[in-house]
């Protein structure tokens, strides 16, 4: 546990509150830089996310207000010179022009939401410095994405038995540490686009992976990975690559620097480390506070707070509470959460009207999944500040 954190839980259960930064320090976390509707993190390469009062303004992002995140150069793709390689363990290896993946195979509405797994690196930057973006709680967003099965494409090139991982490679340069470019590169055990009956994937209105073509029921904007793109929900955005040239069925998961050696939890940033774990998938539950911003003057007495819930990426997995607290997380307080439900693998927007004291308060929430598991009061410190789902903490004044 943070040493803040355990001040700040000391001191509540005392009755006396410390926070996690001392009010002088409050809005001043983050050097923002506003472009359009996004608060820029970096610029070269390109990541940025919409602040969090207009997060939450609609259930689906405008794609305007939907977060980018980049590893490397957005590229130029001409469309019609554009092709998607399908190859590796598969009977009949595949060269698919853009218009073929959107004529030859049947198009998918999937409503999902995407998050970063570094989701709120900031807040674990502050137990101790993390190298990476330092996103706020911003970098998730929610679409409706329209593309071709992944599973039909596969089923076009025959895969065969011995397959256990898709490995995706994207069309951008992304610079090595040691000098020259490298494509970012993804990869995802074969089950989560079968299950675990190969013959039969996809049925019964399961959310599939998809190569995706269109965002908000127009074509792919480039910095969301024109022309092609895949979108594997309930996994970490890392996972659904951008800009897609091809995709390889393999026996292992891929050797791309961004599977092998990065996205992965780890306490010392070493080598050794990195090979000794297993890459990240999955999403974790999670949620934030979007209003009122951290740092806000207040008056004390009735208001409501807002903000978004996430579900962990399991198959069938949703939400059941949300719960915000004024102490500290002593007693806590059930907040309503929407009615619109657009299936598996998409946020909840929940919204609670609290009765604030006078004074320096802390606002915080937890959520519930369905599958038990309740955002923890803190959370282990990792050396790329990953998958960071303590309880989501805003600070506020009362007069």
């Not at 000391?10 to 996004?38: N, Y």
């Not at 596969?154 to 000098?179: Q, Y």
């Not at 480390?273 to 999403?283: D, N, S, T």
């Amino acid at each position: 546990m943070s040493s803040s954190r355990r001040q700040f839980l000391q001191a509540s259960t005392a009755g006396s509150a410390v926070f996690l930064l001392p009010p002088a320090l409050w809005g001043r976390a983050l050097q923002e830089k506003q472009a359009g509707d996004l608060l820029v993190r970096s610029e070269t390469p390109l990541n940025a996310e919409p602040p969090l009062a207009e997060l939450v303004k609609d259930f689906l992002t405008p794609v305007e207000k939907f977060f980018i995140r980049n590893h490397g150069n957005i590229p130029e793709v001409d469309p019609k010179t554009y092709k998607l390689r399908i190859e590796g363990l598969v009977n009949k290896p595949l060269e698919l022009t853009l218009s073929e993946v959107q004529e030859k195979f049947r198009s998918r509405k999937v409503t999902a939401t995407l998050t970063c797994a570094g989701n709120r690196r900031k807040e674990m930057s502050e137990v101790k410095p993390i190298g990476g973006v330092q996103w706020d709680a911003g970098a998730i967003s929610t679409a409706e994405w329209t593309g071709a099965v992944l599973s039909d494409l596969l089923a076009a090139a025959e895969i065969k038995p011995e397959a256990k991982h898709l490995w995706f490679d994207g069309l951008d340069d992304v610079a090595k540490k040691g000098g020259g470019t490298e494509n970012f590169g993804g990869s995802i055990p074969i089950h989560k686009v079968y299950g675990d009956d190969k013959p039969i994937a996809n049925v019964n209105g399961a959310d599939p992976v998809l190569v995706a073509y269109e965002m908000a029921g127009k074509p792919l904007p480039k910095e969301h990975g024109f022309p092609l793109r895949t979108v594997v929900p309930g996994y970490i955005g890392a996972r659904s690559v951008k800009w897609l040239s091809k995709i390889v069925v393999s026996d292992r998961p891929s050797p791309n620097h961004y599977v092998a050696d990065a996205y992965k939890i780890v306490e010392v940033d070493e080598p050794a480390a990195y090979a000794a774990k297993e890459p990240i998938y999955e999403v974790v539950t999670n949620a934030a506070i979007c209003l009122p911003a951290a740092g806000s003057k207040l008056s004390a007495g009735k208001t409501t707070i807002s903000g978004y819930a996430f579900a962990a990426g399991k198959a069938g997995n949703r939400i059941k509470q949300v719960e915000v607290s004024l102490d500290g997380g002593k007693t806590w307080q059930a907040a309503k959460l929407s009615k619109t439900k657009q299936g598996a693998y998409t946020w909840d927007l929940w919204s609670a009207e609290v009765d604030l004291p006078k004074g320096d308060i802390l606002i915080t929430c937890r959520a519930t999944d369905l599958a038990g598991f309740t955002m923890p009061g803190d959370k282990p410190w990792n050396a790329k500040g990953y998958l960071f789902n303590a309880w989501h903490q805003v600070p506020v004044t009362c007069g």
